[in-house]
């Protein structure tokens, strides 16, 4: 089984004080035609001009028709499309409790902390999130995953270590592999999505027709 992922949030190993409050990382099951053609739907819907489109182009106002049928019960996700969502936050207090037992003053300093105790990269969601993925399809499993600087050579060895099932794990470019590109509209609106909820801002429609994509407990994976 081959899979296609990307992810949305990425910051490496800042959890806090940076750009964005959730981490996602979406993984798609599509053939190259299948793929292919999804795209093309969503271009003659949104008739942008943009060469490569990205979730923002799905999340403007005026093309709200193309998201609600990207992800709908009858869109090309169904069936074969899964997301996890990370509270950064909510992450970051876990391995703080996991490591000292409870969590007393600002969150900043516990991450700069765990950076400067731990070996490189173990704060990063990204690589929980890839050991996830290939749990959660049965049998043998192949990643495409969008280029990450993280993703280094090393670092594949590592999870294919870790995860016997992950036979190969390449790195692809979302602009040449619509299977990448689709995992890249999937995990960019559910991240915007899920930072909307966090401040205040439900879409419950939206969110409706995310949930059946969300892996782990609830809207959060922490």
Not at 27 to 48: G, N, P, Q
Not at 97 to 119: C, I, K, M, Q
Not at 155 to 163: D, F, G, S, T, Y
Request: neutral net charge; charged residues 25%.
């Amino acid at each position: 089984m081959e899979i296609a992922c990307d992810e949305s949030g990425s910051e490496g190993e800042k959890l806090v004080g940076g750009v964005t409050a959730v981490f996602a990382h979406a993984a798609v099951r599509f053939s190259h035609s299948d793929a292919a053609a999804c795209v093309e739907s969503l271009r003659d819907m949104i008739k942008s001009p943009a060469q490569e489109y990205k979730a923002n182009h799905l999340l403007r106002t005026k093309n709200r028709w193309a998201l609600l049928w990207f992800l709908g019960p009858d869109g090309p996700l169904a069936g074969r499309a899964r997301v996890q969502l990370v509270d950064k936050r909510r992450f970051l207090a876990s391995r703080v409790r996991a490591e000292f037992g409870s969590v007393t003053g600002p969150l900043e300093l516990y991450n700069d902390l765990l950076r400067a105790r731990g070996p490189r990269g173990a704060l990063d969601p990204l690589f929980p999130a890839i050991l996830r993925a290939v749990a959660q399809w049965g049998g043998p499993v192949s990643i495409v995953h969008d280029q990450q600087l993280s993703l280094t050579d090393g670092r594949i060895r590592q999870l294919k270590e870790l995860a016997p099932r992950l036979e190969s794990l390449v790195l692809a470019d979302s602009q040449f592999d619509a299977r990448v590109q689709v995992a890249d509209f999937l995990a960019g609106i559910a991240r915007r999505v899920a930072e909307e909820e966090l401040h205040g801002r439900p879409d419950r429609e939206v969110i409706e027709l995310l949930m059946p994509f969300v892996v782990g407990p609830g809207m959060w994976h922490a």
